[in-house]
């Protein structure tokens, strides 16, 4: 066997076979599962994907959601098993593969247009 | 000092763990070796065995490699390499050395040749500061001083300067085996190890200083 079968091989084992597929610019909902103590337990996160980098085993989105008037993101490791499930709420119409613009934008200017193409 | 085994580099990639942590990996091609010689102290003065790894084409190589092999009846095979053990009764000619040599979570020691740089500068081989790059400045990859005038009137020996950097043959201790696949000779060892994909490695178990 040949070393990128080899580690295509390994890596398949850690892939998960049900992902959804996640566009730029679409609003998604993702399971997070965090441990407290002895107890596990599935905290949502909401917000927009505004980039999405590597792929394979390696692949990450990252999600921005405005909280109390502060950004934040997210990077996730889809493939990771912390990433519980991934739910589609909206696809976006965008025209770019990064979003780093709607950083500099509040309220109304980081709307983003809803496309009806791709199903949910 | 115990037996090692070699193996070749086949490339990195990451996996995770019950925990759901993202471990980088270096996957490595560990073995199949065979045992070609065993020196003694009344033959050889020392006592090692020595380990063949890597088959090849008989024509590749020498007659007088080939009759070396032939006395502990391996196929032919490209790289010899020797581990000095304290005893070595338990290794007989021709035995086979696989990668259930280790188990998952032994520290091991990897050598190999690091990736060759070539003629490399002074920021690149010693992590030199930069000079400014603008503002009239010609100062840009310059080393700065190498030493005082005209007294000593030369330069020290050992003085950092541009030169060939890498292509050296390099350790890296104590890695964490994080998988081993014995049905295909297989290793995952958690951190990067020297070279690029498809070097030859010498993988033993870590010496650990204080632990005989």
Known sequence: ?120 | MSVGILGTKLGMTQIFDEEGRSIPVTVVQAGPCAVTQIKTKETDGYTAVQVAYGSTREKLLTKPALGHLKKSGTAPMRHLREYRLADVSEFELGQGLAADLFSEGQLVDVTGTSIGRGFAGYQKRHNFRRGPMSHGSKNHRQPGSTGAGTTPGRIYPGKKMAGRMGGVKVTVRKLTVVRVDAERNVLLIKGAVPGKAGTLLNIRPATIVGQS
Request: proline fraction near 2%; hydrophobic fraction near 35%.
């Open chain 1, 1 to 120: 066997m040949h070393a990128q079968e080899l580690i295509r091989s390994i890596e398949a084992e850690h892939l998960k076979e049900k992902l959804p597929e996640v566009y730029v610019g679409d609003t998604v909902r993702i399971g997070v599962r965090i441990r407290e103590g002895n107890k596990e337990r599935t905290q949502p996160y909401e917000g927009t994907v505004i980039a999405k980098r590597h792929g394979g085993i390696n692949e990450t989105i990252t999600v921005r959601r405005v909280f109390q008037g502060v950004g934040v993101e997210r990077v996730f490791l889809l493939h990771s098993p912390r990433v519980a499930d991934i739910k589609i709420m909206r696809r976006g119409k965008v025209r770019r593969a990064k979003l780093y613009y709607l950083r500099d934008r509040v309220g109304k200017a980081t709307r983003i247009k809803q496309r009806f193409d791709r199903s949910l």
